[in-house]
């Protein structure tokens, strides 16, 4: 089954602690990026990623690092979590870029204290 | 900046009733358009598009006409589901653009 899946689905930590939310698909997808969604604001790009050894910034990158050494896993990297990363974050993929369909993954709710 | 205006919500309505939620949008040029459903506990997914001015998106019974004139790409379906009930959102890329501008969602509350 085509897919995009995000781990762990629901986290809660502590300001400073350092954290991984791991994305994959496996549909070959060259574009993979990320979004945080908050109440009023839609969803707002952190990164995005062209294919493997390339990404970019978004909207809002401050306080996020990404990777992407394989082309089926993009993780989103929480350096030193801050109350204000509390989000909702969704890693999403397609064949070639923005214009195509983007698959989103199941969305991973992380709380910050 | 491009940005993407869409009506709070929640909104509630009866099964079979007529639901339109109202999308407008600010960009230069002749940005695409979406509309993106996100049903409870799941991703985005893509619910329809187009691509220039007048085209008509359609599916599952939902419809939008992108209208330059009015900068607007309304949603409506004529006769509502409770599995319609999901938070829907509007969204834009410029035509030169790399970027996904997102409205800031409606929630759908669809009644037996």
């Known amino acids: 089954e085509a897919q995009v899946t995000q781990n762990p689905r629901y986290l809660i930590t502590v300001t400073g602690k350092k954290l991984t939310v791991t994305c994959s698909q496996n549909?070959?997808?060259?574009?993979m990026s990320w979004y945080r969604q908050d109440p009023g604001l839609g969803l707002r790009q952190i990164y995005y990623?062209?294919?493997?050894?390339?990404?970019d910034k978004g909207d809002v990158p401050e306080g996020y690092k990404v990777s992407r050494k394989e082309k089926r896993n993009f993780p989103l990297i929480l350096e030193s979590p801050s109350p204000n990363q509390t989000s909702l974050y969704f890693c999403?993929?397609?064949?070639?870029?923005?214009?195509?369909?983007?698959?989103f993954g199941p969305g991973t709710r992380l709380t910050v204290l | 900046g491009d940005s993407v205006t869409q009506m709070e919500g929640p909104v509630t309505l009866s099964e079979e009733a007529f639901l339109t939620i109202n999308c407008t949008y600010t960009?230069?040029?002749?940005?695409?358009l979406f509309w993106y459903v996100q049903y409870p506990g799941e991703g985005l997914q893509l619910l329809l598009k187009?691509?220039?001015?007048?085209d008509k998106g359609s599916n599952k019974g939902f419809e939008a006409t992108y209208r330059k004139e009015t900068t607007s790409f309304h949603l409506e379906k004529g006769s509502v589901q409770v599995s319609d009930s999901a938070v829907y959102f509007c969204?834009?890329?410029?035509?030169?653009?790399?970027?996904?501008?997102f409205g800031g969602g409606t929630r759908v509350l669809v009644k037996p």
């Open positions: 999403a993929s397609s064949w070639a870029g923005v214009r195509d369909t983007q698959y």
């Open positions: 549909m070959n997808h060259e574009y």
């Open positions: 990623s062209m294919n493997v050894e390339v990404t």
């Open positions: 960009a230069t040029g002749y940005p695409s």
């Open positions: 187009a691509t220039k001015a007048d």
């Open positions: 969204a834009l890329i410029k035509a030169a653009g790399n970027k996904l501008t």
